[in-house]
Every structure is written in structure tokens, then in C-alpha cells.
């Protein structure tokens, strides 16, 4: 009897589904891009791997990191050297260029490591990159400067101050920021994005308006009725500025109309209806090209209805810009 007992334990154990190795969802369905946006790392050691030797290490003489930003390009650092790209993630496949090589499976993602495996043209058997995550001063990348933005908050909530005031002590630099945004490719750079959403609610807004200028200084002022105002300033380093302004440009901004506006009667009509809509307008000039996007209704009210149809680059550009003005506010 306790032999019988043993027997159906094991076969139970050994053919029960829930009880079966299981794949990561992640490498059944593909990875989610969100998981790489934002990230930086660094390589570690390439690993053969059918035979699972380590065929290489960084070291002192060889220091390698990616950067994967927001706006789905690269940058990488390879002794000493920049480079740039697009990525995208196809199911469980990384799209990137390193090493005459612009696909990798992705094996292993998740908060603290990274595993890339490749396949060389007539090479027998796999190869593994191997990185693990670093913070941004740990990563010879410039951090962005609207991540650690100089908050001056024009409130009574003086504790929210307090709450960033080392992220402003790790901002702080011998160099003054102005001269430090001269160097780039001299192209003179205005950024406005003013209104957008409703007024109304508990709270309304007031005022919601974002400016930065040619040498990199970002100003975002923002009102409310119970709120009062509150007014961010920071630099973004004109190589992070320069670099947005080719993602506006491959957005297709300049080509957009002047305005976009209502096609159907139900959007008219909510033009009278409360909360008001707030026209939304963006002003961007870069170089010798200027131009001015007005949307007559933008955002989702509780109907969750996008009542004026416009490109979704428009929205992409909208959301990096407010990403700039509100991180770490």
C-alpha cells in the first residue's frame, strides 16, 4: 500500500502542469519595450555557450555601456568612443547594431541583468552578452538635466522642496549651465508648449505653459486655483536638446498642419460643454524652421474621447516635452 502510495506521489510530481518547469511569460509572449526604456548598462563578460566557458571580461581596457532612451534610440560607449541608433524590441529579439550585429535574442531582462544571445555568420554555436544595470553616475552617459531638475516651488508645500534637495546638490557644477549648453551645432532652438486638457473640476488649471530656450534652460509654470503657482527651472545639456530636436524632426512636425480642429458635429458641441476644452499650442523653431501646431481640443475628458483627430507624433512629441517639465517635480 505505501509502495502505491509512493508511485502515484511520483507520478503525479513528475506529469502534473503545475508542477512542470516553466518557461518566463516574458520569453512565451515577448518583452514589453517599457522594460528597456530609460535603462542603462554595462557589459560584464561574453560566455560561450553551448560549452559555458567565459571567452572574454571587461576590464580596465575594455569598457562597454548602453544607453536605451525614451524616444527608442541608443547610445552606446565603447572605450572612450560614442556611437548612436535606433531600437526596438520584436518579440524576444533586442534590434540594435554592435559588432556587425543587429539582432539579438533576448534571454535573460529584468531590473538587475541583461542577457544577449547572438549567432555569428558561419560561426559555430551561440554567444552571450552578458551587462548588469548601473545608475546614471555610475555610466559615462549625461544624464539628462530634466531628471534632476532645480525645483523652486512658489507654494506654501515647502516640504516637497526639502524632499529633492539633494538631487539638486548632485545638479550643482563649477561650470555654469549657460556656458556649458554654448557648445552643439549652433541652431537656434525655442521650444512653447502652452494649455491642453479642461477647465474645470475641483482645482482648475490655470496655467500650464513649458519654454525652453536655444542654451538649454527649461522654465515650466503651473497654476492652479487651490494650488497656486509652481515654477520648475532647470538645464537639459544642449547634446540632450540637439538630440530631441532630430526625434521632433523625425516625428514630422515641420510637416504638420497649423491647426487641427473638429470634423464631427458631437465634437463642436463639446466645445460648449463644461469642463471647457483649452486649446493646446506648441511652438518650435530649430534653425531656420519655425512652426506653430494648435490642437482646438486636446487630452481625454471622462468620456475618454479623442474629439480631434491629429498624428500621433504630435502626441509623442507632446509627451517627451511634458516628461522634461515634470520629472522629478
Known amino acids: ?34 522594460k528597456l526604456v530609460e535603462t542603462k548598462w554595462k557589459y560584464n563578460y561574453t560566455l560561450q555557450k553551448e560549452t559555458n566557458t567565459i571567452l572574454h571580461k571587461a576590464d580596465k581596457d575594455y569598457k ?59 560561426a559555430l554555436g551561440k554567444y552571450q552578452y552578458h551587462f548588469s544595470r548601473v545608475s546614471s553616475d555610475q555610466s559615462p552617459f549625461i544624464k539628462p ?38 557648445v552643439g551645432n549652433g541652431k537656434y532652438i525655442s521650444i512653447e508648449l502652452v494649455g491642453g486638457g479642461y477647465y474645470g473640476g475641483m482645482n482648475p488649471v490655470i496655467r ?14 503651473f497654476k492652479s486655483k487651490k494650488g497656486g503657482l509652481q515654477v520648475n527651472k532647470t538645464y537639459i545639456p544642449r547634446v540632450e536638446l540637439e538630440q530631441f530636436m532630430e526625434y521632433v524632426e523625425s516625428q514630422g512636425f515641420f510637416e504638420m498642419k497649423r491647426i487641427y480642429d473638429c470634423d464631427q ?9 463644461n469642463p471647457k476644452p483649452i486649446p493646446l499650442r506648441l511652438v518650435i523653431a530649430y534653425g531656420n524652421k519655425r512652426k506653430i501646431v494648435t490642437v482646438t481640443i ?32
Not at 98 to 114: A, H, M, N, P, T
Open 1 to 34: 500500500m505505501k509502495i502505491f502510495k509512493i508511485y502515484t506521489l511520483l507520478i503525479f510530481t513528475l506529469f502534473s502542469p503545475s508542477l512542470k518547469a516553466q518557461k518566463p511569460a516574458d520569453l512565451l509572449w515577448g518583452f514589453d519595450e517599457r
Open 64 to 122: 562597454y555601456f548602453l544607453y536605451f532612451r525614451y524616444d527608442k534610440t541608443y547610445q552606446q560607449y565603447l572605450n572612450g568612443q560614442f556611437s548612436y541608433g535606433k531600437w526596438r524590441i520584436d518579440g524576444n529579439n533586442l534590434l540594435y547594431s554592435f559588432q556587425e550585429i543587429d539582432s539579438f535574442q533576448i534571454v535573460q531582462l529584468d531590473k538587475g541583468s541583461l542577457t544577449l544571445e547572438f549567432q555569428r555568420p558561419n
Open 145 to 182: 538635466a530634466y531628471e534632476l531638475p532645480d525645483i523652486i516651488v512658489e507654494t506654501k508645500a515647502k516640504k516637497r522642496a526639502k524632499r529633492h534637495s539633494w538631487l539638486r546638490a548632485l545638479f550643482t557644477r563649477k561650470v555654469k549651465p549657460e556656458r556649458m549648453n554654448i
Open 208 to 221: 500650464d505653459f513649458i519654454h525652453i530656450k536655444s542654451n538649454g534652460r527649461l522654465i515650466k509654470e
Open 265 to 273: 458635429l458631437y465634437c463642436s458641441k463639446r466645445k460648449k460643454q
Open 298 to 329: 486636446w487630452g481625454l475628458d471622462k468620456n475618454k474621447v479623442n474629439y480631434v483627430p491629429h498624428p500621433k507624433g504630435l502626441d509623442n512629441i507632446i509627451y517627451a516635452i511634458q516628461e522634461m517639465g515634470n520629472r522629478g517635480s
